[in-house]
């Protein structure tokens, strides 16, 4: 009986180390998917308000009205009229006027197929 427990203990070990090599705790600090870089936001919806989102595009600056267009060269060009609060943010972005950008923030409205609303929160 003594060597049947000893025996059922030494494999209970030997399958618990084996196990505990297995388990590496950084598969944690991994993302489970990649994030996706999305070219076309028309499926914004009304939904979606509120939302954090990531766009590129060409910027075009008048006076204070900024104006991103997603994919300018395509057909399905996606316009995005941007709310800047920041003074800092908006001098750079006069800087970057004419050039592709990618900008992050809040979406606003988006109650159009092609035309949505956006605050801007940073340049990235």
């Given at each position: ?9 030494i ?12 388990l ?101």
């Amino acid at each position: 009986m003594k060597r049947l427990f000893t025996l059922a203990a030494i494999f209970a070990l030997f399958t618990l180390s084996l196990f505990a090599q297995e388990l590496d705790p950084s598969f944690l600090k991994k993302k489970a998917m990649p994030e996706l870089e999305i070219q076309n936001h028309s499926f914004l919806t009304q939904e979606h308000v509120g939302s954090s989102i990531t766009i590129t595009g060409l910027l075009s600056v008048n006076k204070n009205n900024f104006v991103l267009k997603e994919n300018p060269d395509s057909r399905s060009v996606v316009t995005f009229t941007l709310e800047v609060k920041k003074w800092g943010l908006k001098r750079k972005l006069k800087k970057l006027n004419g050039k592709t950008v990618t900008l992050t923030g809040k979406l606003t409205d988006a109650s159009a197929t092609w035309t949505k609303k956006m605050k801007v929160e940073k340049i990235n």
